[in-house]
């Protein structure tokens, strides 16, 4: 068989990647761009080269033996934004879990590195494919090595064969370096002679064949200008040809068999992708089914043939196994019940039939210790039955003991506490097309196994949850918000389906319009969600500048056309075009799809333990990602209404939460005077960044400042805040350094609280939710620096979150005190919606703010907004 060696810059690939694809994160808060792109093109390699042989090759530092030669060598270059420097870490674990080698080498360059190895592999009859996005590689190209490199983008390759090179530029692939001898090059920042670009270059080599050759010659060169130029800098020449020559005979202590590419591991790569946020990846890759090779106890049950009081103690674990992900619409398929008596398994249907079973769930006397309070009671609720009583919850203990690791499951969270008596979910029951349920004595066993796991588990985690102050976070704040939620989705939000359809064939309406004048623009109709077709039109007809290629063709993403928009007005029309139909097919279809067909609502899933900050997200539908900065995706918020007639919305929201928490917590004394003189921050913070009175503030200056405020709460680098705001890193960076010298408050506490999480391995919000930060230790700067960004981060955010949960269980018992009919219905960031009778308005607007402002003590004020209307739309 033939051997085949694809080596890798992993570098230039990175940074490829990086820059090609808009900053994205995970639900952590980690930016995964070049984490994504990378593995995009190694899924690619792997597919079209089918290498037998592979390896990732890295700059090992930032000094090389060049330096020797030439101080300046790549000198001038901007440091890597730190969004991309936090991802190197996890590209290297990407290649490991895939099973790819990689090397770096002290005093070396990747390139030297893939130039040694393709030299060796060639004597060894290998074919060689290198990949880079710096073309000094080409001159590597042979007969059996074949340089390929990306363009724009990362999939957009082009292929540097002898051939190509040749017909490229009229040279061989040995004379590349003697090009970049005579015209240098800028992104080395190799010298080479002033003057001398490519086209003179390539003339020059054509006529004199080397560098070597046509310093001999000088009086043979035409012009006397240029004979000047060669003859001055001659010596800076051939400098410049040594430095831009790869060395192929580096010290690589790497044996060619080591790097036998025999494929990724499943089990790896599908966890890491999973950190990562891969999910369209996962489904992708199709992994292999994978069951855990655990060894279950025997566990003595009974499967109840009557429910009777005697099953019950005044201490139970109560399991609620609902097999679907989406529990509003789906049926219970089995109980479980462990206590000092035995473990049982109760039949869903003799159990809800049964009086004493209900009895014993809404008795509030008899403990119950459960795994996921809110999704039991939902499900229960939908039976008639509210459950009462329970004291434990181990899904939201392990969450809170450590957010970062807690599982989805209840075996992923006995592991996590050294319990490995259970089979997970996955393996007992199937995925996707195999998912099944079992026989009743298979699914007994497996259900009372976790009644007994949450038993058993109980006392532990209490226990880890006092040492760690964080009992009063777990009895006060997430149980009591759990059953909050839990009737917020029971209750769920009417939709107006006539108006969601109007909305649909209005949105529909303009669609046609904009298509219409789009073709007109373009002289001719075409599909304009191909984009084969849309690029032909753009960059052929019209003749606009093709910014990126793809596999496939020219790129018609959403960057490329912004960039492009002031170029042709059909740009505006083609982005509003897709943001019309992204409202349709997403929000208008998707919520229709999703909508209970006899009540008209929407039950949407509060997700309580996900985030690392302890902020709620919203699923199934997501009804906290409601588009709002186009007119007509805000309109969308019309087709959410009160489910009683003459009622109203009423929303509320805390304004600017998290400034005000940093002010509190950083204790800076003029953010502090700013709150509480009731000032507009981003004015103030302008006045002082930009050392101009209240009245001289720009609205430019104080979209500026507004950018640097948040962006301050978000750990922002120089890259981010220069990205989003269309300005150099040089300004970007003077900015931050001028809103800390203006806060100094502000800049004690980063370097503060980054000093902690380095002592305690942790950070705390005000009310002790804690986030481990391991990785602040780390030796490594990328993965250190992006933990110190979080640390000062998390105690802003999850504090902000802290704050609006206590708001809304106190809401909740004071519209109970206050015997209101009014209901929460929507968590969305820092704001709650109710519906509410007319007749309660003028009592919402004083204990609304008075419940909000005062759900904790701040050393500045709390401030809630409050509107309301006959829609959601309307209460804004």
């Keep these: 068989m033939s051997k085949k060696l694809v080596l890798i810059d992993g570098n230039s690939i990175a940074y490829r990647a990086f820059f090609a694809l808009p900053l994205l994160n995970n639900d952590k808060g980690v930016h995964t ?4 792109g990378f593995t995009m093109m190694l899924m690619r390699i792997l597919e079209d080269e089918k290498p037998t042989h592979l390896l990732v090759a890295f700059d090992a530092g930032k000094t090389t033996f060049r330096h020797a030669t030439f101080t300046e060598y790549k000198g001038g270059r901007q440091k890597t934004p730190p969004e991309l420097s936090e991802q190197f870490p996890f590209i290297r674990e990407l290649l490991k879990a895939y099973g790819i080698s990689q090397y770096e080498l002290e005093n070396y360059e990747a390139d030297d590195i893939i130039g040694t190895l393709s030299t060796s592999a060639e004597r060894e009859g290998f074919e060689v494919k290198v990949i880079s996005g710096d073309k000094d590689l080409t001159q590597l190209s042979s007969d059996k090595t074949t340089v390929s490199i990306t363009k724009k983008g990362i999939t957009d390759i082009e292929d540097y064969t002898p051939e190509h090179i040749k017909e490229k530029y009229g040279l061989s692939a040995h004379q590349i370096v003697d090009m970049k001898g005579l015209m240098g090059d800028a992104s080395d920042n190799i010298p080479g002679v002033p003057g001398v670009g490519e086209k003179t270059a390539i003339k020059l080599l054509k006529e004199f064949g080397s560098l070597e050759n046509l310093l001999d010659s000088v009086e043979k060169v035409s012009g006397k200008k240029l004979q000047e130029k060669l003859e001055e800098f001659k010596d800076q020449a051939v400098m410049s040809k040594q430095l831009a020559t790869i060395t192929r005979d580096a010290p690589v202590k790497l044996e060619l068999s080591e790097l036998e590419y025999e494929g990724y591991k499943p089990d790896e790569l599908m966890k890491l992708f999973r950190e990562l946020g891969f999910n369209s990846l996962l489904e992708k890759m ?48 089995g109980f479980a019940l462990s206590n000092d008596n035995g473990n049982y398994f109760l039949p869903v249907e003799k159990a809800v039939k049964s009086e004493a079973f209900k009895e014993w769930a809404e008795d509030g006397s008899r403990k119950k210790y459960v795994f996921d309070a809110k999704r039991s009671e939902v499900s229960l609720r939908h039976h008639g039955i509210h459950l009462k009583g329970v004291e434990f919850d181990v899904f939201l203990a392990s969450y809170i003991i450590n957010p970062s690791e807690s599982g989805d499951d209840l075996a992923g969270v006995a592991r996590l506490q050294g319990y490995h008596q259970l089979q997970s979910d996955e393996a007992f029951y199937g995925k996707g097309a195999k998912r099944r349920v079992p026989e009743e004595e298979a699914l007994a066993g497996h259900l009372a196994r976790k009644a007994a796991a949450i038993f058993d588990l109980k006392e532990k985690m209490e226990e880890e949850l006092r040492k760690n102050e964080q009992y009063e976070l ?3 704040l997430e149980m009591p918000l759990s059953l909050v939620l839990a009737d917020m989705e029971f209750l769920g939000v009417k939709l107006d389906m006539d108006r969601l359809s109007q909305m649909g064939l209005e949105i529909g309406g303009q669609l046609e319009q904009i298509e219409k004048e789009i073709y007109r623009h373009a002289g001719e109709a075409f599909n304009i969600n191909s984009p084969k077709q849309l690029g032909a039109i753009l960059f052929e007809k019209l003749g606009l500048p093709p910014l990126k290629k793809t596999k496939t063709g020219y790129s018609t993403s959403a960057d490329v056309l912004e960039q492009l928009a002031p170029k042709h007005e059909i740009i505006e029309q083609i982005l509003h075009y897709r943001q ?83 002010a509190h917590i950083a204790e800076d004394e003029k953010l502090i005077e700013a709150f509480r003189e009731d000032m507009d921050i981003h004015t103030k913070t302008a006045m002082e960044v930009f050392h101009v009175s ?11 400042a507004k950018a640097v405020n948040f962006g301050i709460v978000y750990g ?6 220069s990205q989003s705001l269309g300005i150099t890193r040089k300004e970007a960076g003077r900015f931050i350094d001028s809103y800390l010298k203006s806060y100094p408050g502000v800049k004690d506490y980063m370097e503060e609280i980054v000093r902690d999480a380095k002592e305690k391995g942790y ?25 110190e960004r979080t640390a000062m981060n998390t105690p802003i955010q999850g504090s902000a979150a802290d704050i609006i949960k206590k708001a809304m269980i106190e809401m909740a018992d004071r519209l109970k005190a206050e015997k209101l009919e009014t209901r929460l219905l929507l968590q969305v960031h820092d704001e709650l919606i109710f519906e509410a009778p007319e007749d309660e308005i003028e009592k919402l607007k004083q204990i609304v703010p008075d419940v909000m402002e005062n759900a904790v003590e701040l050393n500045v004020p709390l401030k809630v907004d409050y509107s309301y209307g006959p829609t959601w739309f309307d209460a804004k």
């Design 33 to 36: 761009n070049a984490v994504y």
């Design 286 to 333: 199709d992994f292999a089914e994978s069951h855990e090779d655990i060894e279950l106890n025997d566990i003595d049950f009974t499967i109840a043939d009557s429910i009777t009081e005697d099953l019950f103690s005044e201490e139970n674990a109560f399991y609620v196994e609902v097999l679907e992900d989406n529990y509003h619409y789906a049926d219970i398929i």
């Design 474 to 476: 777990f009895s006060e």
């Design 580 to 662: 019309l139909g992204k409202l349709q097919s997403t929000y208008i279809e998707g919520l229709q799809k999703v909508v209970n067909p006899a009540t008209h609502k929407v039950h949407t899933r509060f997700n309580q333990a996900l985030t690392q900050t302890g902020r709620l997200s919203s699923t199934d539908p997501n009804l906290q990602n409601i588009p709002i900065r186009l007119e007509e995706g805000r309109k969308i918020r019309q087709a959410f209404v009160p489910s009683e007639e003459g009622w109203v919305i009423f929303a509320a929201d805390y304004s600017q939460i998290e400034l005000r928490v940093l």
């Design 694 to 704: 209240g009245d001289e503030v720009t609205s430019n200056m104080r979209r500026h």
């Design 716 to 721: 922002i680098s120089d890259y981010g805040l």
């Design 763 to 787: 950070v705390s919000t005000i009310l002790h939710r804690r986030r481990y930060l391991p990785e602040i230790t780390s030796r490594n700067f990328n993965i250190r620096s992006f933990a």
